[in-house]
C-alpha cells in the first residue's frame, strides 16, 4: 500500500485554507482571540482541533489557553452541530407544564440523546434552562422560530418541518 502522506498535507492544507484567509484580517494579539474563534466557527460550524492549534500558533497562546476558552463560553463547540438547532426549554413553566415529555418526543423522533446530533448533522438537541416565553409554556425553539403551548403529538409535524 503506498503512502498517503503527500496527500494528507495537502488535504490539512485545503481544510486550513479558510482560516488562514480569515486570519489576514488580525493582527497576531491575544485581544483578537475571541473574535477569532466566532469566525472560525462560522466558517467550520464548529472548532475542529486542527483549527484551534493554527490559531495558538498565529497568536502565540499555547494550545491549552486557545482550548481552554473555546471550552470555557458556551457558544463554542468542539464537536459538529446540526443544520438546526433544537433548544427545549426546561424552565419552571415548562417544566410543570410538561416540557420533559416534550424533550422525551424529539428525543425518540430524532434518536439521539439530550446534547446530541443526528448523523446526518440535520439538527442537534440541547435543553435549555429557559427560553424567557413562559406564557407559551412548554416551548422549544428551533433556530430562531419559537414553538409554544406544545403537546408531544405536535412535535413530529414541528420536526417534518425542518427536514
Known amino acids: 500500500m503506498a503512502c498517503q502522506c503527500g496527500n494528507e498535507e495537502q488535504n490539512r492544507e485545503e481544510f486550513l485554507a479558510p482560516l488562514r484567509e480569515l486570519l489576514e484580517d488580525y493582527e497576531s494579539k491575544e485581544k483578537y482571540l475571541i473574535p477569532i474563534l466566532q469566525d472560525a466557527q462560522e466558517e467550520y460550524g464548529y472548532l475542529p482541533k486542527d483549527v484551534l492549534r493554527e ?18 463560553y458556551s ?11 433544537i433548544r427545549v426549554c426546561m424552565g419552571t413553566a415548562c417544566h410543570v407544564r410538561g416540557g420533559e415529555k416534550i424533550l422525551e418526543k424529539i428525543k425518540d423522533e430524532l434518536g439521539i440523546e439530550d446534547g446530541g446530533t443526528t448523523d446526518d448533522l440535520h439538527f442537534t438537541l440541547e435543553s435549555v434552562a429557559c427560553i424567557g416565553a413562559c406564557g407559551l409554556a412548554p416551548v422549544i425553539m428551533v433556530n430562531d422560530d419559537t414553538h409554544g403551548r406544545l403537546t408531544p403529538e405536535q412535535v413530529p409535524e414541528i420536526i417534518e418541518e425542518y427536514k
Not at 490559531?55 to 470555557?72: D, E, H, K, P, R
Open 55 to 72: 490559531i495558538s500558533g498565529f497568536l502565540n497562546l499555547s494550545f491549552s489557553q486557545v482550548y481552554g476558552v473555546a471550552t470555557f
Open 75 to 85: 457558544q463554542f463547540h468542539l464537536e459538529p452541530r446540526g443544520e438546526n438547532i
